[in-house]
Structure formats: structure tokens, C-alpha cells
T-cell receptor, first 110, second 114 residues
């Protein structure tokens, strides 16, 4: 049973560019959440998607947006990249109790 | 709003010694509490979770944690440390299981000395 799959694993972008990160949830999971983990920090909640709608949002600017598809997979989009957006982006899927995390996408903004 | 505080950003123990990682929580309602482990350049793996059933929760790899409401604590322990336990550990809190955001602590890096 495949767990949560994220792509790409690593990415380098230039300041001001836009980026799209992708996540396929664990089989049977219908809820996808995105987290940003800066170096040396705990993960910070960005937003959560359920039934193709953003259900909850953390304290992140509108430059961060997302989407969930009918097959429950999800995308995270970040516009106008800043150096401070460099981080590990984690996707987590869930059904009832507890999250299953993917291995993350390491985004470096130069 | 809920939050967790992890005491000690770095903890060192000798191989075979007791592991104790401290976590205190704050929540306006009975919380769900979690411990996750993260190995370098990897995602988070769930060690154990408290969901208002038994106060002593047993997890994977020999870890356990005890929920103490009077102390608002959820400390993680393991009787005997192995070299493979060296990793970063995160305590986390949520208002529910998978349908609410999870708030993480800042993490404790565990070093195991041979």
C-alpha cells in the first residue's frame, strides 16, 4: 500500500518565480494538509483540503494557494517566491484519526 | 487555540540509558496528542497518539508516553536507547484526529552516544 507520495523531491527556484508542488494521498484518505518546515523548526500548518475545498488555513499569505482534485490528490502553489520560502514542504493525508506524512519536497529559493 | 512546548532542543543519552523527552501542552478542550519522529531529509513518522482512551500510550519502537492532565504533560519515554533512535522528535496537538490542523512543537534532537 503506497503511502503519501510527493513530487518533486527537490527543487531550486529563483526569487520571484512561481512553483507547484504535488501530493498523492495514501489510498483511502480523503483529506490533504500542507505544512512548511523551515530549517531547524517544527512544521507549520499552511492549509487543509477536503472535498476539493479549502477547509482550514494557517497564517500564510495569499501567495500560497492550493487545489484538491476529485481523486483527492493535491497541489500547493506559491507565487512570487521569496528567499524565506525556502523550506521542506510536507503533505499529509488523513481519513479519521491521525496523519500520514510524505517525505516532503525540499524547495530552495535563490 | 492549542500549543505545545518541548523542553530541551537537544538531548543526549548513552546507548542503553533511559530516554525522556518532555512536552507540555495547552488546549482549551480535551486534546489529541501525538509524538512524531523525523530522520534527516525525511518526512514525519507517527510514534504514538493519545485520543482520550488509556492515559499510558504505547507506540512503535518501544516508545511510550503518559498523558497527565493535572500537569498538562505528555512526555515521551523509552527504557533503553538504541543508536537507531537518534533523530528529531516532535510533540504535536490537535483538536481532533485527522480533520483539524496539527500544531507542532519546535522539536527535540536526540543524540545517542555509544
Amino acid at each position: 500500500d503506497a503511502g503519501v507520495t510527493q513530487s518533486p523531491t527537490h527543487l531550486i527556484k529563483t526569487r520571484g518565480q512561481q512553483v507547484t508542488l504535488r501530493c498523492s494521498p495514501k489510498s483511502g484518505h480523503d483529506t490533504v494538509s500542507w505544512y512548511q518546515q523551515a530549517l531547524g523548526q517544527g512544521p507549520q500548518f499552511i492549509f487543509q483540503y477536503y472535498e476539493e475545498e479549502e477547509r482550514q488555513r494557517g497564517n500564510f499569505p495569499d501567495r500560497f494557494s492550493g487545489h484538491q482534485f476529485p481523486n483527492y490528490s493535491s497541489e500547493l502553489n506559491v507565487n512570487a517566491l521569496l528567499l524565506g520560502d525556502s523550506a521542506l514542504y510536507l503533505c499529509a493525508s488523513s481519513l479519521l484519526e491521525g496523519y500520514t506524512f510524505g517525505s516532503g519536497t525540499r524547495l530552495t529559493v535563490v | 487555540a492549542q500549543s505545545v512546548t518541548q523542553l530541551g532542543s537537544h538531548v543526549s543519552v548513552s546507548e542503553g540509558a533511559l530516554v525522556l523527552l518532555r512536552c507540555n501542552y495547552s488546549s482549551s478542550v480535551p486534546p489529541y496528542l501525538f509524538w512524531y519522529v523525523q530522520y534527516p531529509n525525511q518526512g514525519l513518522q507517527l510514534l504514538l497518539k493519545y485520543t482520550s482512551a488509556a492515559t499510558l500510550v504505547k507506540g512503535i519502537n518501544g516508545f511510550e508516553a503518559e498523558f497527565k492532565k493535572s500537569e498538562t504533560s505528555f512526555h515521551l519515554t523509552k527504557p533503553s536507547a538504541h543508536m537507531s533512535d537518534a533523530a528529531e522528535y516532535f510533540c504535536a496537538v490537535s483538536l481532533s484526529g485527522g480533520y483539524q490542523k496539527v500544531t507542532f512543537g519546535t522539536g527535540t534532537k536526540l543524540q545517542v552516544i555509544p
